[in-house]
């Protein structure tokens, strides 16, 4: 009796065991994750394989054309974004969202649905739609699973790009990277006025766009007072030689570099030093230029005359 409950039992093991163990699927599941500026994007997909059938015609088995499609295998495929973006060209909130699509010949409707928990199309409504764009489909290397990614462009601009067999698919997408940064930044320094990071941070990134560097400079300032370092010298230093004022950028990117060479500081060594140092040759070779570029324009004007 003993032997028998005890084989029971492993056989009931064995069944619980083999019910919890993953196989393969036909179309296996993946997820794209992908930064652009500060706003990151995701998608979750599973990607159906050719094996030999026709995909994006008249009489294909997958995806034929102008027919609604799941984009994807499985569940809807799901589309988020951090923040409020552009799809297409067209606006829309930040948010998740099932992305189908209409494969035709000479253009492609994608579309984003707001009812992204659904499976397949049997779902799916018009009337949820979020956004459809027309997409030109361009040719592409031959790949047979679909797949989906996302190629940044630049800091703003980038695009999802839906690749099966001979076709790409490029959906251009956009986000206000330049205006979500600087409200993050102005809240952080509004929220913590005395913090050296957020001072520094918000000047490096006026700096980096050539914007209002009088504000960039009356915030590094602050941050020099609070609490002095080789980055923030160096960073007012370049400030001031955007504004023209070598002459006054100088000895301050001499002074960065002086109280970098003793804060023993790994980050000075390996990055900062070398930067620093070719900045002031740059700075002191426009110093130098400064009085023979004022007799230069005086001559003119007296030539002139």
């Not at 839906?162 to 990277?177: F, K």
């Not at 006026?206 to 300032?221: F, H, I, R, T, Y």
């Not at 030093?273 to 740059?282: A, T, V």
């Amino acid at each position: 009796m003993k032997k028998y409950l005890l084989s029971v039992s492993l056989a009931a093991l064995l069944v619980t065991s083999a019910i919890g163990q993953r196989t393969p699927q036909a179309s296996p599941s993946a997820t794209v994750m992908q930064s652009i500026g500060v706003t990151d994007f995701s998608v979750k997909y599973s990607r159906p394989a050719l094996k030999g059938r026709k995909v994006f015609a008249d009489s294909s088995e997958l995806a034929p054309y102008n027919q609604i499609w799941r984009t994807g295998a499985n569940m809807a495929t799901i589309f988020e974004a951090g923040t409020d973006f552009s799809f297409g060209g067209k606006k829309v909130p930040a948010g998740k969202y099932a992305l189908f699509s209409i494969p035709s010949g000479a253009a492609w409707t994608v579309i984003l649905n707001k009812n992204f928990n659904q499976g397949g199309t049997q779902d799916y409504k018009e009337s949820d739609d979020v956004a459809r764009v027309m997409v030109v489909p361009t040719s592409a290397e031959f790949t047979e699973s679909f797949r989906i990614s996302i190629e940044p462009a630049s800091d703003s601009t980038g695009y999802l790009n839906l690749a099966w067999s001979s076709v790409n698919v490029p959906v251009p997408l956009a986000v206000s990277t330049e205006s979500l940064t600087m409200a993050g930044l102005n809240k952080a320094v509004a929220e913590k006025p005395e913090d050296v990071a957020a001072l520094q941070s918000t000047a490096g990134y006026l700096l980096s766009k050539g914007k209002d560097l009088q504000v960039a400079l009356s915030l590094v300032d602050k941050a020099i007072g609070l609490k002095e370092s080789y980055s923030n010298l160096w960073l007012k230093a370049q400030i001031l030689s955007k504004l023209g004022k070598n002459a006054e950028a100088l000895p301050v990117a001499q002074k960065a570099l002086t109280s970098g060479s003793t804060a023993n500081d790994v980050a000075f060594t390996s990055f900062y030093k070398g930067q620093i140092e070719n900045g002031i040759k740059q700075i002191q070779s426009k110093v130098s230029a400064a009085p023979k570029q004022a007799v230069s324009s005086v001559k003119g004007k007296k030539k002139k005359s």
